[in-house]
T-cell receptor
Framework: RKEVEQDPGPFNVPEGATVAFNCTYSNSASQSFFWYRQDCRKEPKLLMS???SGNEDGRFTAQLNRASQYISLLIRDSKLSDSATYLC???????????FGTGTQLKVEL | GAVVSQHPSRVICKSGTSVKIECRSL??????MFWYRQFPKQSLMLMAT?????????EQGVEKDKFLINHASLTLSTLTVTSAHPEDSSFYIC????????????FGPGTRLTVL
């Protein structure tokens, strides 16, 4: 079983749609949780951290459920520029080691 | 935000040659740097953790004699792929962690290695 599992997609959505991504992780000792965005042939960039209380940054909302070992990302009013691969990331080992999911590809279309 | 650079951004080499990739933190001191590899349509996989002034810690399955890591200063780490083979062709990405911020890593732009 992979440490971090994501549906690879692609998710093809029209502009303005709301889309949700899910992620599960297997290591219950995981300490921190993030969503990164990766554009084609580029490095990943931090989108947002994820907390149990949930957090929102503009059109993006992230949620962590530690009991179910489940992380989600909701994107509202999606834009063409949101097209990218979204990587679910967890840390273990004192926060040193980032473990990446394979990513979920989002394509926002006109 | 913090800036991390990598050089070269792209390299094509013949099988059997060695390739050195540099990772620099431009505006902060990085006590720890990380080297990742990403094959097409796969996730980033941590190869090794590099601490300034000490030997790198390699992940299981990564050959330390093939992937030489040197972290000689607080702003520079190098990865040398020795005797590269076509199966080493990949996207190599480094990240650096600021001494004061444990959980945040800043990624370099990556180096695309193609071994012919």
């Amino acid at each position: 079983r992979k440490e971090v599992e994501q549906d690879p997609g692609p998710f093809n959505v029209p502009e303005g749609a709301t889309v949700a991504f899910n992620c599960t992780y297997s290591n219950s000792a995981s300490q921190s949780f993030f969503w990164y965005r990766q554009d084609c042939r580029k490095e990943p960039k931090l989108l947002m951290s994820v907390y149990s209380s949930g957090n929102e940054d503009g059109r993006f909302t992230a949620q962590l459920n530690r009991a179910s070992q489940y992380i989600s990302l909701l994107i509202r009013d999606s834009k063409l520029s949101d097209s990218a691969t979204y990587l679910c990331v967890v840390t273990t080992g004192g926060g040193n080691k980032l473990t990446f999911g394979t990513g979920t590809q989002l394509k926002v279309e006109l | 935000g913090a800036v991390v650079s990598q050089h070269p951004s792209r390299v094509i080499c013949k099988s059997g040659t060695s390739v050195k990739i540099e990772c620099r933190s431009l505006d902060f001191q990085a006590t720890t740097m990380f080297w990742y590899r990403q094959f097409p349509k796969q996730s980033l996989m941590l190869m090794a953790t590099s601490n300034e002034g000490s030997k790198a810690t390699y992940e299981q399955g990564v050959e330390k004699d093939k992937f030489l890591i040197n972290h000689a200063s607080l702003t520079l780490s190098t990865l040398t792929v020795t005797s590269a083979h076509p199966e080493d062709s990949s996207f190599y990405i480094c990240s650096a962690r600021r001494a004061s911020i444990v959980n945040e890593q800043f990624f370099g732009p990556g180096t695309r290695l193609t071994v012919l």
